[in-house]
């Protein structure tokens, strides 16, 4: 990383608006990039000045731990982007472990850190609907009561707090949306009235629901200015990153439609009781058929209403205004022709921004079994050593013990690596390449293996099943471990067939020449105290 440069945290890297900073910042900064997936997960490119840190905030010992490993440089800013979102709209502990727990963390960490300013990422979504003809401003109260919001308003409360340590801005963000689109809600809108279904021309009410956007690019620009002006700025303040006014339904369809159609079509305005009956039968029958729809009951009390911004007060002290060709109706245009000329990607792209949240399932798995680590490694050992076992694992208990303890340990690391990083071939290379043509050479055969990795498997998952932090879980431990085993099962027996029958063949590698190989291959794919990021 290059020294000259400042030195900048940024939390939910992985998401929407910490991408589009990463790109927007890395050659003014080195970034220390923190999410809960890994880099190669959300295909961001290695960089010099970026540094990628795989850690979950909502855990304050691991993301101690983490941080004080990876981070050794004095920290200038932080950016924390981190959240969680959904569009259920029910309580959901993510909204205090992360949104709440996380912030303080990270604020406490910051603390240590003497640095020069703190961003925290808010909403104007948790600000109430404004009254006929009123706006919502950079003073408005976080009076919304949905969970969401009220997490926002605890954030803000403890950077207020920490404010008095280093100088603190807050962003409320308008809805932020990409060249792909990328938020969920537009996505259904564009996907629906610009369909040929037969609610295509359909809105409800007046059509005058209205919210502001502003495209990642104009957010970034916002970020950027307030690290630039940063010693110019209050040491505490808050910001609004939003056009002023709204834009409603109705102007969204009108041009939309229009401009993919050809010619104006003219909707079809549904009164609120008539809409409210419709989007139950459709939560009714979704839940019959397992797919849920989109629209939930609790939108329908925001039909035609309207969330009308006056940014002037953030335009002023930051001398910023948005870039007119970013504005949702002008990039309209350029949304729509990604969407004809390349379909797929785009309902891809969408689909993922839908359905993602923070909370990540297999990250809570990997943490569970590197905590678990010992104990299990220690059980595995004890039953593949089992002497009421020995026809069905005689070459295991003759196997020298340190090679065992050897073999058991580095397994188990590349499996907790790869339901980390999602990637099951850095198990799956290990046991074509490495493993099975050792065993082999040592005349094991194939079912003694693949009995072997199966006993692993049950091992782990009754192990880790009885943790508090999996309940609920089973399907996703089934989907990250089960599967995962069941695939080196099949790829253990494929690369036995394919071996020659004669066992002292001169490619086969000896245990003593590929003992290096398997450290680096191991310490590469996995979380240690040396190295603690997903690169």
């Not at 990540?360 to 678990?372: F, G």
């Not at 690369?495 to 004669?502: A, G, M, N, Q, V």
């Amino acid at each position: 990383m290059k020294s000259e440069l400042s030195n900048i945290i940024v939390t939910g890297a992985s998401g929407i608006v910490g991408k589009s900073f990463l790109d927007a910042a890395k050659e003014r900064f080195n970034i220390f990039a923190i999410a809960r997936r890994s880099q190669m997960e959300v295909q961001i490119n290695e960089h010099p000045n970026i540094k990628w840190i795989q850690v979950d905030i909502g855990n304050r010992e691991n993301l101690n731990q983490v941080l004080n490993i990876n981070i050794k440089e004095k920290i200038d800013f932080v950016l924390h982007l981190a959240g969680y979102y959904d569009f259920d709209n029910t309580e959901n502990k993510e909204y205090t472990r992360t949104n709440i727990n996380g912030t303080l963390y990270i604020l406490e960490y910051a603390k240590k850190l003497k640095i020069k300013r703190f961003i925290f990422a808010s909403s104007v979504a948790a600000s109430k609907f404004p009254a006929k003809n009123e706006n919502i401003n950079e003073k408005s109260l976080l009076d919304s009561n949905k969970p969401y919001a009220r997490s926002k308003k605890e954030g803000e409360k403890l950077v207020k707090k920490f404010s008095k340590y280093f100088p603190c801005s807050i962003v409320r963000f308008a809805a932020v949306f990409t060249d792909w689109c990328e938020y969920g809600p537009l996505y259904i809108f564009l996907k629906t009235c610009l369909s040929k279904k037969w609610d295509s021309n359909i809105l409800a009410g007046k059509g005058e629901f209205a919210i502001p956007y502003i495209h990642s690019t104009c957010l970034c620009q916002v970020l950027l200015t307030i690290f630039l002006k940063s010693e110019k700025l209050p040491v505490y303040d808050v910001y609004i990153a939003s056009p002023d006014g709204a834009i409603s339904h109705k102007e969204l369809f009108e041009f939309s439609t229009k401009y993919f159609f050809g010619n104006k079509t003219n909707p079809i305005f549904i009164p609120s009781p008539i809409a409210t009956v419709g989007v139950v039968a459709r939560l009714i029958w979704g839940a019959i058929i397992g797919i849920k729809p989109f629209e939930k009951y609790w939108m329908m009390k925001y039909i035609d209403k309207t969330l009308t911004i006056d940014s002037s007060y953030t335009r002023k002290i930051l001398n910023w205004k948005l870039t007119p060709r970013f504005g949702i109706l002008r990039r309209l245009l350029y949304i729509i022709e990604t969407m004809k000329s390349n379909p797929d990607k785009f309902r891809s792209k969408n689909t993922i921004a839908l359905l993602r949240t923070s909370k990540r399932e297999s990250y809570i798995i990997y943490e569970v079994m590197i905590k678990l680590k010992d104990n299990i490694n220690t059980n595995i050992k004890e039953s593949l050593l089992d002497k009421k076992r020995e026809q069905e694992f005689s070459h295991y208990q003759n196997t020298r013990i340190e090679n065992l303890n050897w073999d058991i340990s580095v397994f188990y690391q590349l499996l907790t690596a790869s339901v980390r990083n999602h990637d099951r071939f850095i198990l799956l290379n290990y046991l074509k390449n490495i493993l099975v043509p050792i065993r082999f050479r040592e005349g094991f055969e194939s079912h003694e293996v693949c009995n072997a990795i199966l006993e692993v498997g049950k091992i782990i998952i009754s192990t880790i099943l009885k943790a508090p932090e999996l309940k609920g879980m089973q399907q996703s431990v089934y989907d990250n471990i089960t599967m995962t085993i069941q695939l080196a099962v099949d790829e253990v027996g494929n690369t036995f067939e394919k071996l020659p029958d004669k066992r002292s063949i001169a490619h086969i590698p000896h245990r003593a020449d590929v003992a290096k190989k398997l450290e680096e291959l191991a310490t590469f794919y996995t979380v240690t105290e040396e190295d603690n990021n997903s690169n």
